[in-house]
């Protein structure tokens, strides 16, 4: 045995006991006084309840006494310890250490010191338990007699394993975390740190322990982190971001989090976690940079699209404006002409011009598709009425090629619906006019009907079926590509770009809905598409039929239009101006035509007319700038909702909207048709007027 320390000097109850020997006194001989008058029997009492165990020994090793806890402890009965000695059940104390000479009891000089030791005793089983031994030595009758007591330290240390091993799994945890984790108290010193303080700071752990703040942050840091110290030990948790520099003097972007440690209400101290996100920061930098170049290119791309827009613009209206006079001069010169020849030849101008529109129309759309500048409206509008009047532009191109045209249309005649009228009507056109150029002999049918759908909802379906070539089955796809068709002989045979189905599709896809073909080389192909558009209501946007009272609103007409209506022309083309003219005389209306918009207005203010046909790109006065100014109260008519309607070879959407802005009631594109002329002056023009317009009754 190794004695571990000593106490303070002192008898103890031990020493009131005067010669008893439990072991050859017996009990009931043993009562007796002790200070104060308590009999002997009740120390004995105490000794025989204590927990712990209790031995006597002398100075040759044996066991004098022992109490019932000691005996539980070892597993032997309270007799059986008294004749036994030390070494029985202390393995580490040898016989000879008791012998006399021996060095196992303590010198006389220690009688009254308090001594301790731990060692291991053997249970009865031969097992090794860890104890605990607090003793005193002191003398009785002449006798040296050690007083022990032992406690099992059997559950001591397992709960001190077990705390130190959760010491050491919390240390691993905080080690584990990135940045550094330290705990400091309210005197600002460091009680904890785990290893990112050396990753970061460049110091160990246990450099930083009991360290205060101002000698590891230096004078700087402790300003600049002072205030929100303050905050955390009055019990704020605080979040700020720092730029530190580490032990290797890098600059590091660091994110700080304190938090307050508290106990009974009162704040202890801080957890302190600082975490390096200067990856991050180099990354939101790298980021900005990057977003900062994509929105330069974006307005890059977008002033592009802008510059393309206004090329295609000036393109459309360069090469409309010209081809409008083409086009319609040759129009007016083959109505008036009787020789066959010369018919012939007018016809194949006509042609000429007329594929030469549709080729560009095709490229404005396929560039409007790809820019983005394509949008589709939603207006109400007479779907019967629509579809009849698509059918009626082409029904004259089947009859030159004496080819059968059947329309079958099951759609109530009062359906109004919501969607894109003018899209729609192009996709109709593209279709039918591909089935009349494709087919030979035989013949084209239509059909549209309307399915209801749940919810007010209407799906709109048209199938158009020709007898015509036909497309290959590993082709039906493809046809629907830009610059796409079935073969290269096709092209050569029937011309066109191959962009006009793939513009239908685009067009059906943007309007919600779907397109497909069924085909058969050498039978023909039918064209399938559906469109899903809303129950239009009565306060909805409209293109139906309407005209302007002289108030400027709208109403609808229903009567016969009037016998010789006036119409004046404003537009800068000198040959523009003779088609426009020759188009009304044909349409029995008499027209009178102005260069520019100045002197439009000029005689709007002193004549009457029943419609204006208003050229919006002119020299001075423009025609958006010269409706503007007729539409003002200011202007001297009482007739200023008269219907203007533009004269555009523009395409653009934008351009059509602000006409609309500037209050023209309709568009005519360039080259202007005989058709479409007609169409907006039934229109328009008011039906119940009963004579002609007097040219000087503004006078």
């Not at 460049?202 to 929100?228: C, F, I, Q, Y």
């Not at 802005?661 to 309709?666: F, I, K, L, T």
Request: contains cysteine.
């Amino acid at each position: 045995m190794k004695w571990l320390g000593r106490g303070r000097r002192g008898t103890g109850l031990f020493g009131w006991w005067k010669a008893l020997d439990p072991r050859a006194v017996p009990r009931s001989e043993t009562v007796g006084k002790i200070p104060g008058g308590l009999p002997v029997e009740l120390a004995n009492l105490t000794l025989e309840q204590s927990t712990d165990a209790v031995y006597w020994v002398d100075s040759r090793g044996r066991i004098l006494y022992a109490n019932q806890a000691a005996a539980d402890m070892l597993g032997y009965a309270c007799e059986e310890l008294w004749r036994m000695k030390v070494p029985d059940i202390d393995p580490s104390s040898s016989p000879e250490f008791w012998e006399p000479g021996g060095s196992g009891f303590p010198d006389r000089t220690l009688r009254g010191m308090k001594l301790r030791l731990e060692t291991h005793h053997r249970t009865r089983d031969g097992r090794l338990i860890p104890v605990e031994i607090v003793g005193r030595m002191t003398e009785i009758d002449g006798r040296d007699i050690m007083i022990s007591i032992a406690r099992d330290l059997t559950d001591r240390r397992r709960a001190a394993r077990e705390l130190e091993d959760g010491a050491a799994f919390l240390r691993s945890l905080a080690d584990a975390v990135p940045g550094s984790l330290g705990y400091w108290d309210r005197d600002r010193i460091c009680r904890f740190a785990n290893r990112g303080y050396e990753r970061i700071f460049g110091r160990a752990p246990e450099e930083v322990l009991g360290k205060t703040m101002s000698e590891l942050l230096g004078d700087r840091g402790t300003n600049e982190t002072e205030e929100h110290v303050r905050a955390v030990l009055a019990g704020e948790p605080r979040r700020f971001e720092r730029t530190i520099r580490d032990f290797r003097g890098e600059e590091m972007h660091a994110m700080v989090h304190y938090v307050p440690h508290e106990v009974d209400g009162e704040v202890r101290g801080f957890v302190a976690a600082v975490t390096d996100v200067t990856p991050i920061k180099v990354a939101e930098r790298r980021l900005e940079s990057m977003n900062a170049q994509l929105q330069e290119r974006t307005l890059q791309a977008e002033e592009a699209n802008r510059v393309k827009g206004e090329f295609l613009a000036n393109v459309s209206h360069e090469i409309r404006t010209p081809l409008n006079g083409v086009i319609g001069m040759a129009a007016l010169l083959l109505d008036a002409e009787s020789d066959p020849d010369r018919k012939r030849s007018l016809q194949t101008i006509l042609c000429g011009g007329e594929t030469l529109l549709s080729l560009i129309d095709e490229l404005l759309d396929l560039s409007k598709l790809e820019s983005g500048r394509f949008e589709v409206e939603k207006v109400a509008f007479d779907v019967e009425r629509l579809v009849q009047e698509v059918c009626d532009l082409i029904r004259p191109r089947a009859r030159s090629k004496e080819i059968g045209f059947t329309v079958q249309v099951e759609i109530r005649p009062e359906l109004r619906l919501l969607g894109d009228p003018l899209r729609l009507r192009q996709v109709l056109m593209n279709l039918l006019g591909n089935a009349v150029k494709f087919t030979k002999s035989g013949g084209i049918r239509l059909r549209a009907w309307e399915e209801a759908v749940s919810g007010g909802k209407v799906r709109l379906r048209v199938s158009i079926s020709d007898t015509g070539i036909g497309i290959p089955a590993d082709r039906k796809d493809a046809i629907f590509e830009k610059f796409t068709q079935v073969d290269a002989s096709v092209s050569r045979r029937y011309g066109g770009t191959g962009l006009g189905l793939a513009i239908c599709r685009e067009l059906v896809e943007r309007m919600g809905g779907r397109i497909g073909v069924e085909s058969e080389v050498g039978k023909g192909s039918t064209f399938c598409f559906d469109l899903p558009m809303d129950r239009a209501q009565a306060d909805d946007r409209s293109t139906g039929s309407t005209e302007r009272s002289a108030s400027g609103e709208r109403s609808n007409g229903g009567h016969r239009r009037i016998l010789s209506p006036r119409v004046l022309v404003a537009d800068d083309n000198a040959a523009n101006r003779a088609v426009v003219l020759g188009l009304l005389r044909k349409a029995g209306c008499q027209g009178v035509a102005v260069a520019d918009g100045a002197l439009a207005l000029d005689l709007l203010a002193r004549e009457c007319f029943d419609m204006v046909l208003m050229d919006v790109q002119m020299p001075e006065v423009d025609g958006l700038e010269a409706t503007r100014r007729f539409r003002s109260p200011e202007f001297a008519t009482p007739r200023r909702g008269i219907p203007v309607v533009a004269l555009t070879a523009s395409a653009m959407e934008t351009d059509r909207q602000a006409c609309r802005e500037a209050g023209m009631d309709d568009f005519l594109s360039k080259p202007l048709f005989y058709s479409d002329l007609v169409r907006v002056i039934d229109q328009w023009i008011p039906d119940d007027a009963s004579e002609v317009s007097d040219p000087g009754s503004l006078a």
